[in-house]
């Protein structure tokens, strides 16, 4: 393996191997090349079979370009068994290979986020506790709790008065996952922890299997991901965490940056090599960067730099009021656009929240300028794509009562709401599944004879389809007996042609569904063995809670609106950053807590790394907020940057070149031209 194209604190991170390593990789400083000639550098020079490799990261999007790094630099036959995924997929591997010692059957579900919900509203409803408006608080503690590794006895136990019907909650939801067979998505990190807890066994099993260890992204990892880490890499400690304090901007859905400092407690020999030189941005750009993050309490002293010169000034926008931002921000875009011959993907508008986005959006269509956001509906939250997963996902356990609900009537079996309410009632005092009940001679008592068949008809066809699934029948000829329907029913294809808007809507509709099929005939590259439905179920489920807000982009094509948040990993030649006042970054709800204060910080230095060759800042004296405008403060964080290399227009220090303005006004009229013809 060759490391001469790595600069030299690049190559040494590859080639220790001495102990566990902390990469402390700044934004741009090519941590994933560095992760990809580690692996090679084991496989290679350190002579570890890649089937004893892992490598884990956050995003499926991540893992996906890991693979495909190193399908260009190594052989199919040096990679054959490496474990490169998402951390949720290695414990969804773990809890696969030891689901009796955890108490479920093979083929239990995953619930994503809307599954759990409706099932803590039900129970909420059933007990008598929770509101409507606070179930969706309690969803988000409970979570916390799982991913801080409490247990519901744990978490009642320590709870505040205000949280104990949460904690009840807790409970209540853990025992009906277990009576469905089904986790949710933080069990994935969960319930492996609790197995190398409770079993020396498993442990050593997992230790021996993953004989080196390498995490990305490492200042995102919540407290259960720490243990899991812990456990995997045992005393051994063969382990390289890549990550960066600076960059830690998602405490809110349980990031502990702090465990980089655990690290040197936990691991006395830690070694830290530190990746400093930036490979996107120009100097002004990363001046800014240094000096605004300075600002945060630092346990590793870092200071990024770049070879690529000065490049622009960086620009103050201040505007009248947030309708005149978007316009004056737009009218910059076009203006630069066509003055620089670029194209719409090479400039990005960040913001902190998302209904700044609402004026951006109606200024760039009253341009034409194409644009593309963030957090769109992704290929697995399509209606017809959760339909055909909740099939299959019904198929492999009938206890899955979320997926019973969604298709026993999709397409019409004339299985109506009053059917399903009072099958539930009958489930709950039998305390089985919507499924199982559907079955008892007791259930007469309750339904007429002629709902009883109907839904004698749906359960023979599902449990018919399970039984071939076991005997090994392929997961699309099991999808095309679904499509076709049971018998009364209307075909799939029919169905959505009757309940969609048009025939074009249907056609598309349709298409997805032949793209799922597609999916499946698509066979991952690592994968020694075809998987049977049960698997397959599982890590679709997975797959679906993963993608989500992963877009497909087209850079060439549309300008990317995005939240602060979903802009991390992502580069842009030409960044505005808007809304740069007090109240909206920082947030008021953050401001004035000296962790939420810092964590605001690093969104704002998130958002200006993203930059590589020009950045510009926009703020309001006045914004509309909740029906009313109010008087706005320039953000501190400005304050905090080097105003030497600040120009502020529209406001203070305001100085315009007219020949400059001229020019300004020449290239956009250009631009309207051009999009007239």
Known sequence: MQLSDLNPPQQQAVRYLDGPLLVLAGAGSGKTRVIIHKIAFLIQNAGINARNIAAVTFTNKAARE???????????????????????????????????????????????SHDSNKLLQSLSEKYGMLDKDKLQAAQHTISNWKNAGLTPEQAEAEAEDTDKQTAYLYDRY??????????????????????????????????????YLLVDEYQDTNGAQYELVKYLVGIRGALTVVGDDDQSIYAWRGAQPENLALLKKDYPRLHVVKLEQNYRSSGYILAAANQLISNNEHVFEKRLWSDKGTGAPLR??????????????????????????????????LYRSNYQ??????????????????????FFEKAEIKDIIAYLRLIVNGDDDAAFVRIVNTPRREIGMTTLEKLGNYAQQRQCSLFAASFEMGLSEHLSERAIGHLEIFNRWITELG???????????????????????????????DNSAD???????????????????????????????????????????????????????????????????????????????????????????????????????????????????????????????????PSRFLSELPQEQLTWEGGKQQKVDPAQAKEKGRAHLAGLKSMLR
């Not at 949720?88 to 809890?95: A, M, P, S, Y």
């Not at 505007?319 to 011959?341: C, G, P, R, W």
Request: charged share 30%; aromatic share 8%; net charge negative.
């Open 66 to 112: 890991m693979k495909s790094r190193l399908s260009k630099t190594l052989s199919k036959a040096e990679l054959k068994g490496l474990q490169v995924s998402t951390f949720h997929t290695l414990g969804l591997k773990i809890i696969r290979s030891h689901c009796k010692e955890l108490g479920y059957q093979s083929n239990f579900s995953i619930f994503d």
């Open 174 to 211: 853990q025992r009906q996952l277990k009576a469905y067979n089904a986790v949710d998505f933080d069990d994935l990190i969960a319930l492996p922890v609790q197995l190398f807890q409770q079993s020396q066994e498993a442990r050593e099993r997992w230790q021996s299997k993953i004989r």
């Open 316 to 349: 103050v926008l201040s505007t009248a009021d947030d309708k005149h931002e978007a316009e004056q921000v737009v009218s910059e875009l076009i203006s630069h656009k066509f003055q620089h011959q670029n194209d719409n993907g090479d400039y990005a508008i």
């Open 357 to 378: 986005s609402r004026l951006i959006e109606k200024a760039l269509r009253d341009n034409r300028i194409e644009y593309i956001m963030s957090g769109g509906t992704s």
């Open 467 to 497: 039984i071939q699934a076991e005997n090994g029948v392929t997961t699309n000829e099991i999808i095309e007996q679904v499509l076709k329907g049971c018998r009364g029913d209307d075909n799939y294809e029919d169905w959505l042609q």
């Open 503 to 633: 025939p074009k809507a249907a056609e598309k509709k349709w298409g997805n569904v032949q793209e799922l099929i597609s999916w499946f005939d698509k066979k991952d590259e690592y994968e020694v063995e075809p998987k049977k439905l049960a698997e397959v179920v599982a890590q679709l489920s997975l797959s679906d809670m993963l993608s989500r807000q992963e877009q497909e982009e087209n850079s060439k094509d549309y300008v990317r609106l995005t939240t602060l948040h979903a802009s991390k990993g992502l580069e842009f030649p030409h960044v505005f950053l808007i809304g740069m006042e007090e109240d909206l970054l920082p947030h008021a709800n953050s401001k004035d807590d000296e962790h939420g204060l810092a964590e605001e910080r690093r969104l704002a230095y998130v958002g200006i790394t993203r930059a590589e060759r020009s950045l510009t800042f926009s703020l309001c004296r006045k914004r509309r907020r909740y029906g009313e405008e109010v008087a706005c403060d």
